[in-house]
């Protein structure tokens, strides 16, 4: 393969993800905190030359001090630049590149209102912050639920293999919401059963595959007749349906 992606846990239940190019460079997606992420680089052998910001939050970028003290490169949002560590790049939504290959920034606001998410097709990954998480999505600190669900559609219109990166190990948590408000779906059901497996093996959630999101997150299926029905909202705008469900996990 050219691309290994390898998930960093880190603090209590963050992610970061270090992509290594074959032959070519490594990049990381977030830096939470620098320990455990230059202990997998030593693992490795590799040195790091690009840090690719998500968003500003503290919990997304305090390791990048230490990280770019050994020569790494910082990258994030143009439009956070004021509130992010310091950028060797500012980067606008739209096409870049990254080791040779297309980099596409994709600009996802509602968690933050500089909020960008990125997609690596050469590698069929995409790396989604706090915006599309795995069987969630981000609080609205700063955005509007129409911010949140026109990046989230955003988001669902990458090919469906797109491995996607999220932020924090929330899933188990987030399937128990969804069953709430999407009980019916047999995909769901099963997920959460996975997850369950899973977490309990002491194995990771995350990522997963886009096709498997858009077929049980339901705040990917604000539009969904079916989930329109189960919350009795049949006549309901679409985002009118995802505020719905932004609330109620907020109080759940």
Same mark, same amino acid.
């Given at each position: 393969?050219?691309?290994?992606i390898?998930?960093?846990p880190c603090?209590?239940? !963050?992610?970061?993800?270090?992509i290594?190019?074959?032959?070519?460079?490594v990049?990381?997606?977030? %830096?939470p905190e620098?320990a455990?992420?230059?202990r #997998?680089?030593?693992?490795?052998? &590799?040195?790091?030359d690009?840090?690719l910001?998500?968003?500003?939050?503290?919990?997304?970028?305090e390791?990048v001090?230490?990280?770019?003290?050994?020569?790494a490169? +910082?990258?994030?949002?143009?439009?956070?630049?004021?509130r992010?560590?310091a950028?060797?790049? *500012?980067?606008? /939504?739209?096409?870049?590149?990254?080791?040779?290959?297309?980099?596409e920034?994709?600009? +996802?606001?509602?968690?933050?209102?500089?909020?960008i998410?990125?997609h690596?097709p050469a590698?069929? *990954?995409?790396?989604?912050?706090?915006?599309?998480?795995?069987?969630?999505c981000?609080?609205l600190?700063?955005?509007? /639920?129409?911010?949140?669900? !026109?990046?989230?559609?955003?988001l &669902?219109?990458?090919p469906? *293999?797109?491995?996607?990166?999220?932020?924090?190990?929330y899933? %188990? %948590?987030n399937? &128990?919401? #969804?069953?709430?408000?999407?009980?019916? !779906?047999a995909?769901? &059901?099963?997920?959460?059963?996975?997850?369950?497996?899973?977490?309990?093996?002491? %194995?990771?959630?995350v /990522?997963e595959a886009?096709?498997?999101e858009i077929?049980?997150?339901p705040f990917l299926?604000?539009?969904?007749p079916?989930?329109k029905?189960?919350?009795?909202?049949?006549?309901?705008?679409d985002?009118?349906?995802?505020a719905?469900i932004?609330? *109620?996990?907020?109080?759940?």
């Amino acid at each position: 393969m050219t691309y290994r992606i390898h998930t960093i846990p880190c603090r209590t239940d !963050n992610f970061a993800f270090l992509i290594e190019k074959d032959g070519g460079g490594v990049a990381l997606v977030d %830096a939470p905190e620098a320990a455990p992420i230059v202990r #997998a680089l030593s693992d490795l052998g &590799r040195s790091l030359d690009v840090i690719l910001l998500t968003h500003h939050h503290g919990d997304h970028v305090e390791g990048v001090a230490a990280l770019r003290a050994a020569g790494a490169e +910082v990258w994030g949002a143009a439009a956070d630049a004021h509130r992010l560590p310091a950028l060797d790049r *500012a980067l606008q /939504p739209g096409d870049t590149t990254l080791f040779g290959d297309r980099l596409e920034v994709i600009d +996802v606001p509602g968690h933050t209102v500089g909020h960008i998410a990125y997609h690596l097709p050469a590698a069929e *990954a995409a790396f989604t912050g706090d915006s599309l998480m795995a069987l969630g999505c981000g609080r609205l600190f700063e955005g509007t /639920p129409e911010q949140m669900w !026109n990046s989230l559609c955003r988001l &669902r219109a990458l090919p469906p *293999a797109t491995m996607i990166h999220s932020g924090h190990e929330y899933t %188990a %948590a987030n399937a &128990r919401f #969804a069953l709430t408000v999407d009980p019916d !779906n047999a995909a769901l &059901r099963d997920r959460a059963a996975e997850v369950d497996r899973r977490r309990a093996a002491g %194995a990771w959630t995350v /990522p997963e595959a886009l096709s498997v999101e858009i077929a049980t997150n339901p705040f990917l299926r604000a539009d969904d007749p079916a989930l329109k029905r189960a919350m009795g909202m049949e006549q309901a705008a679409d985002v009118e349906v995802f505020a719905a469900i932004r609330a *109620a996990k907020d109080r759940f």
